[in-house]
């Protein structure tokens, strides 16, 4: 069975940083492909970025440039290292994961509050 478990949430001033950390249990064949999504209140949950089983990345228009997602795949840890970061990040971050790139597996998620 996988679980994914996020950390490294937090509150921080605009302009920042912050890293955020998923350590995934359970068959690493299951979690070949990962993202991050996020919700923030009052609004519908929103893919961040993803890495797929080649390591390609790619991200939301809002956080290219500012957020960079990478893995440890001896590790199965999946990070997102958020620079510069803006109020209108603020949100529950959710780490997700799959065999493919069709999410199977969600995490807890981990709140990340920024203010201006």
């Known amino acids: 069975q996988v679980q994914l478990v996020e950390s490294g949430g937090g509150s921080v001033q605009a302009g920042g940083s912050l890293r955020l950390s998923c350590v995934a249990s359970?068959?690493?064949?299951?979690?070949?492909?990962m993202a991050w999504y996020r919700k923030a209140a009052g609004k519908q949950r929103e893919w961040v970025s993803m890495?797929?089983?080649?390591?390609?990345?790619s991200y939301t228009p809002s956080v290219k440039g500012r957020f960079t997602t990478s893995k440890d795949n001896a590790k199965n840890t999946l990070y997102l290292q958020m620079n510069s970061l803006k109020p209108e990040d603020t949100a529950m971050y959710y780490c997700?994961?799959?065999?493919?790139?069709?999410?199977?597996?969600w995490g807890k998620g981990t709140l990340v509050t920024i203010s201006s």
């Open positions: 890495i797929g089983t080649g390591g390609s990345t």
């Open positions: 359970g068959d690493a064949t299951s979690t070949a492909c």
């Open positions: 997700a994961a799959g065999p493919s790139c069709a999410v199977e597996y």
